[in-house]
């Protein structure tokens, strides 16, 4: 089974609706990161916590919300979703000690606004 | 923001010829990590480097961290047609330990 898992994998959706993505790990990891990806732009951070009580702001948090409801699950929500966040979306997961800086990234979720 | 400037962007080779990429920062990082990406995968890493000048190899794969910090370097030699996909830099900046720079990718593409 996949260390960190996301759903759904893809899915199209319609101005203005609210979406959640989600993301869950078994790699006991107390770091989890959302991260979007769009061509040409590589990967960047839109939001990242370390622990259940601990959220951050990445570098392009605006019209994002997410929620650590325990170690293991992290999601992002889209309140109301606009075309121009059509993109590729990663969670990743980061432990502390030993490799301490490698992220460890899920499948990623397509998601499509109309 | 502290950006990385990732080199070529796009790469056509054939089968069995060697391959270098490079990432480029104006600021130092603590850490470099280069990630793959296949198609509909998300990233996986496969060479981290934590010390300045640093040479690390993974089978094929042999990256270092370049003596500056501002840099580091990914080589593949004798490419295989599964090396196809997206190579990613990624730099952890010295004012944040907990989050990494991205490069812009760099698609590589192998003809037999």
């Known amino acids: 089974d996949a260390d960190v898992t996301q759903t759904p994998r893809n899915r199209i959706t319609k101005t203005g609706k609210r979406i959640m993505l989600e993301c869950s790990q078994t790699k006991g990891h107390d770091r989890m990161y959302w991260y979007r990806q769009d061509p040409g732009l590589g990967l960047r951070l839109i939001y990242y916590?370390?622990?259940?009580?601990?959220?951050n702001k990445g570098e392009i948090s605006d019209g994002y919300s997410v929620s650590r409801q325990a170690q293991a699950k992290f999601s992002l929500s889209l309140e109301s979703a606009i075309p121009n966040q059509t993109a590729l979306y990663f969670c990743a997961t980061r432990g502390r000690g030993g490799s301490y800086n490698e992220q460890f990234f899920g499948p990623g979720t397509r998601l499509t606004v109309l | 923001g502290q950006q990385l400037n990732q080199s070529p962007q796009s790469m056509f080779i054939q089968e069995g010829e060697d391959v270098s990429m490079n990432c480029t920062s104006s600021s130092i990082f603590n850490t470099w990590l280069w990630y793959k990406q296949d198609p509909g995968e998300g990233p996986v890493l496969l060479i981290a480097l934590y010390k300045a000048g640093e040479l690390t190899s993974n089978g094929r794969l042999t990256a270092q961290f370049g003596i500056t910090r501002k840099d580091s370097f990914l080589n593949i030699s004798a490419s295989i047609p599964s090396d196809v996909g997206i190579y990613f830099c990624?730099?952890?900046?010295?004012?944040?330990?907990?989050?990494?720079?991205f490069g812009t990718g760099t698609r590589l593409q192998v003809f037999p």
């Open positions: 990624a730099g952890q900046p010295p004012y944040n330990t907990d989050k990494l720079i």
């Open positions: 916590s370390f622990d259940v009580k601990d959220i």
